[in-house]
């Protein structure tokens, strides 16, 4: 009896300016990283991956079953990248940035696209060119024959928002958080203090985040604290938070740091009383996650999304509106040290695009 012989399905994958192995500066350059770290360590020989990137690094980098190219910055996405799956007669293009270049459709390279949230719809004042990322991503969504989401709030945002997409076609799987480990060798952040980590830019509502701090500090249970802010920032909104008046009140209160190394991070989240967030939207957001992995209390806004997380971490806090919100500042809460089972693992989350790649081709 003959064993028909296994197709090998070649994946490409759209790694924008992320160098494998640098540090990662955003949510994407974290998904990336961390699938490829992850990656290498699962033998499995029936998907074959090419990673395609640009920027000025070219040294050589070895990951097990990944094939790393460089490509020129300009028209990386428009000529260079769906060239190269051509080229490279790549059965599928994984969309980690949520884009597709259209040249590929014609080409019949089946698409998975990652969608990450709807900012730029709801709060298209915060972005840059949200006309631009809107179509983009109706052209991802609709060419695409998977879209993962990593989050079920994101899912059925996307299934009221695009009606004739099919509920089938959309898969959930949760990013991981095992990044973030403590260990005895973490720096002493010396003082009491609050944190936010995250880019500082319009869609975060970090003014909003200093108007509650501002308040807090007014309280007669306040303990002036500092409130750390650790994140890149967007230039020009950073220059108007410099001549708010209500950061001008408070200023000596508040430290923006941005070139903090992953075990530093980790420190500070450690050390923190809470970590804060008010975003608008988020899609997952990672800080949330982290710090709670560790244990550590959380005070967030009512976003959709934090009610999926609610189930397995104790130390999270969801307020309705800001008087609430200093109120769990003021509040130590019970923090619980040992979150428990989730499934926020990058293992979980690598073997379930795997499983999409395979239903897909």
Request: with cysteine; glycine share 6%.
């Amino acid at each position: 009896m003959t064993v028909a012989k296994q197709r090998t399905i070649r994946v490409g994958i759209d790694g924008g300016d992320y160098y494998p192995g640098e540090k990662p500066l955003g949510g994407i350059a974290r998904l990336v990283g961390s699938f490829l770290g992850t990656i290498s360590g699962i033998a499995d020989m029936s998907v074959k991956f090419r990673y395609y990137f640009f920027g000025s690094n070219v040294a050589k980098v070895n990951i097990d079953n990944v094939v790393v190219n460089n490509l020129p910055k300009r028209f990386f996405s428009s000529i260079f990248l769906p060239f190269r799956l051509i080229f490279d007669r790549s059965d599928l293009y994984l969309g980690f940035s949520g884009i597709i270049p259209p040249i590929i459709r014609f080409f019949k390279i089946k698409c998975i696209t990652f969608i990450h949230d709807f900012g730029f719809y709801d709060h298209p004042n915060y972005y840059h060119d949200p006309k631009k990322m809107q179509w983009q991503t109706e052209y991802a969504i609709y060419g695409s024959e998977k879209i993962i989401v990593f989050s079920e709030y994101i899912k059925q945002q996307l299934l009221k928002r695009f009606l004739r997409v099919s509920p089938e076609k959309v898969v959930c799987i949760y990013p991981g958080v095992d990044h973030i480990v403590a260990n005895k060798n973490l720096r002493k952040i010396n003082g009491s203090y609050f944190l936010y980590v995250g880019v500082i830019k319009p869609g975060k509502k970090i003014v909003e985040l200093l108007d509650i701090f501002s308040q807090y500090l007014k309280q007669p249970k306040s303990k002036k604290e500092r409130l750390y802010l650790i994140g890149a920032k967007e230039p020009e909104y950073y220059k108007s938070i410099l001549k708010n008046l209500v950061y001008l009140k408070i200023q000596k209160y508040i430290t923006f740091l941005e070139d903090v190394t992953e075990q530093d991070l980790i420190s500070y989240y450690v050390g923190c009383r809470a970590l804060l967030n008010t975003s608008h939207e988020e899609g997952f957001c990672y800080p949330v996650i982290e710090a709670l992995s560790l244990g550590k209390k959380v005070i967030v806004n009512d976003i959709p999304l934090y009610k999926e997380f609610i189930p397995y971490f104790k130390s999270l806090y969801i307020t309705k509106d800001k008087k609430s919100f200093i109120n769990e500042m003021l509040t130590d809460g019970s923090i619980s040290k040992n979150p428990g089972k989730h499934p926020f693992h990058w293992q979980m989350f690598t073997e379930g695009v795997l499983q999409t790649i395979k239903k897909t081709v």
